[in-house]
């Protein structure tokens, strides 16, 4: 590269070559004032981005990182799967490796089958329950986000309605109004999909009630319809078995994605005996799907996550972060809520309905060296030490005394 | 592993946490008998299974190998990028670098969107095509072959008709089955989607009639819809600024993916500056769509590419190889047809319409160390050097021979 290198110069080369100059979840210019477009380094939980700032990262890329950027573990079984191949006539052996430590570790799951994308896994969950059922409808939460193919991306824009034809929404926490979705497809229901807690965007997150998760269950048995978990964001944060084991509630199938591999590009489907018979009628497939290093890196994620206490380490993280935040918000006179699992936090300002708040106190974080986002959930780490909450915490408090300042208390 | 290696114990295990043991285009169980399941090493144009057998690889993977396996330019641009961050808050500079590359490369390229499979790309060009237009059909080649997701997968398992509802077929280089098709729509056609030669499985390969792929742009032009090249499966192997330049047909869209990372996972759509801002409108993303590393493959590969003359070291390896081939069939007294570009070939034999002789010389090739497929095409790379396809010839003749011994000649 003989271009300067800054964030500014970046996205005005960008401007011409990418349509908008960036697109999807990581297009800042959706974000707040001040973030960063392009990133250059990950280190455990830190990111530095274009301009060579680092922060404390409490988004972690969105997910997919788990035991922090880099981790040693994971980068050895890469570089030993890629020194031998990675993409080859047919998949490695680690895929079995890897397929049997998530039949074992997930109690709900009898196989797996692997793809790339979140998406991917929550499309193909969607079509052996149809291979299943013979049946079309899938009943999905108003508001939820299950991928951006057409038949579940957020905007509409380039899609038809077709695509959107055999959706009936019902709303999240609400088994009357699941039934009387179900009643409306009058006996074609093939999935009912459902994430684990409501975490859409630009609201504050609220966790399944478990009567509502066994209610769904129940319904799912009752019509003969697949319970679908959506574990693509929440999974192998809550509960390495799947994240409704802690309610007893164990899904048909279940999509996984995200942090399954510690940043390496991987999703998966797990699924019951019953429904192996109809996954085995699929013809589901990509180029990159069967490679291995992906799946090595998934392999010694998920047991460094099983024998290091990996969840226990976030849970702690996520509650000195969520306690610590409650303190310093009380102390600068602001009411907040804060929502969801503590290793999948999120903050908003009581009554800052049009965002002021949390776009000026997310800007005056990141200026303090704290990356979190103002209107998408957060996500924590194994590598996030007390003493880097701390460090967070630091950032977080320095941005509400400027967030008092602009605004005084509430 | 403490678990024996053989592909016969892989299978074994893998028969009980996978569906069908395998699924999707490497289940070695729809290939020919003899074929091996798992893959342990790739190196240059060899691949290794897991039983230890070396052969002269003639898929490259299906495609994604285009400069042979662990190139060492490719490797050492990952390694640099890895060394740095792959998937963080935001894309790393590589992608603007990329995308700079490939708008500079390809005539009909003013911008990129990158994604992560060939399905990914496919779909989203047609978004953008319907995002432009505000139109719903999409008129598609009766059996060509678009990715896996419900709206394009070959087998119909797990698929809704509304989820096809929005395809209208018609017959590759048939400009006037093309006409019909789009006349059946009522002017409702978002988009032609075609791939640059027909390349569909279990046929022979057919290259495009120019006067064809002159007609279908007229055609796209005179209705108002998109043209969009599927070149996920030819791009960079026939011509690096897509495929069908040397007609001087240019599309408006593109659907990249395969060989563009050398292995890499990575797909990309581009287009042109009048499709830049419904593009802008989508929402259509990833959590791995914007990963550093498979970038920084992308590219080194391209570059290499160019720089070495790479496609035609493919074309000089696939008219030896063709050449080498024809005059065997012949000296063992068959008649065989030997279709599609050189770099990316087939040989069928004449009337062998339940494929008992694709079989039974594909796994004789097999045994005689040479890796090809008897009922897909076959792809060829910058790293088959002539020793290497004489090598592979050795093998193909000793399986002809075996042939013969078996069926006498035609």
Redesign the interface.
């Known amino acids: ?1 003989t271009e300067p ?1 800054s964030d500014a110069h ?1 996205r005005e ?2 401007a ?5 100059g ?5 297009n ?1 210019a959706i974000f707040a004032p001040g973030f ?8 455990g939980c830190r ?1 530095w ?2 301009d060579g700032r680092e922060y404390v ?1 409490l ?1 972690c ?5 788990i035991l922090g ?2 981790h040693p573990g994971v ?1 050895a079984a ?1 570089a030993a799967q ?1 020194a ?10 680690v ?3 890897l ?2 430590l ?2 074992d570790t997930i109690p709900s799951a ?4 692997f793809s ?5 896994a929550t ?1 193909q969950a ?6 299943a059922t013979g049946r ?1 409808k899938v009943l999905v939460a108003h508001g939820a986000y299950h ?5 579940c ?3 509409l ?7 959107r ?2 959706l009936i929404e019902y709303p999240y926490n609400d088994l009357a109004g699941a039934e009387a979705a179900a009643a409306q497809a009058d006996g074609d229901v093939a999935a009912i999909i459902v994430t684990p807690f409501k975490h859409d965007s630009f609201e504050d997150q609220e966790l399944a009630d478990p009567a509502f998760a066994r209610g769904v269950r129940a319904l799912a048995d009752r019509i003969g319809a697949a319970l679908v978990i959506d574990d ?1 964001r929440a999974g192998f944060r809550l509960d390495l078995r799947g994240s409704w084991e802690p309610f007893g509630v164990r899904p048909d199938l279940t999509a996984w ?2 942090a399954m591999a510690n ?3 991987i999703a998966a489907v797990t ?1 019951t005996d019953a429904l ?16 291995a290093v ?1 799946m090595a890196a998934a392999k010694t994620t998920i047991e460094t996550l099983r024998d290091t206490g990996g969840l226990a380490l976030m849970e702690q993280a996520g509650t000195r972060l969520r306690e610590g935040l409650a303190a310093q918000a009380a102390s600068h006179g602001f009411v907040v809520n804060q929502t969801g699992p503590v290793q999948i936090p999120w903050l908003s300002f009581e009554g800052d309905t049009t965002l002021e708040k949390a776009m000026y106190w997310s800007s005056a974080c990141l200026e303090e060296g704290v ?1 979190l986002h103002p209107w998408h959930n957060w996500f924590l780490s194994a590598a996030h030490t007390p003493a880097d909450i701390d460090r967070a915490l630091a950032g977080t408090d320095a941005a509400f005394a400027r967030l008092h300042a602009k605004y005084g208390s509430d």
Chains 1, 2 share one sequence.
């Not at 960063?36 to 280190?43: I, K, S």
């Not at 890329?61 to 990182?65: D, E, Q, R, T, Y």
């Not at 009898?110 to 089958?113: E, G, L, R, S």
């Not at 192996?276 to 490679?291: D, E, I």
């Open positions: 590269m290198m970046l080369r960008a011409k070559v990418i349509p908008g960036m697109y999807g979840h990581l800042a960063p477009q392009f990133f250059v380094r990950g280190e990111q981005d274009a990262d988004m890329s969105w997910g997919p990182i950027h880099r980068e890469v890629q031998a191949g990675d993409c080859l006539n047919g998949p490695g052996p895929m079995v490796d397929a049997e998530m039949v009898d196989w797996v089958m790339k994308n979140g998406t991917d499309t969607l079509m052996v329950a149809r291979a079309t991928g951006a193919d057409p038949w991306t957020p905007s824009a380039g899609t038809t309605p077709n695509e034809a055999d693509v994605s995200k940043g390496y590009a699924g192996r018979g109809p996954a085995q009628t699929l013809y589901s497939t990509g180029s990159f799907w069967f490679s992906a990356y």
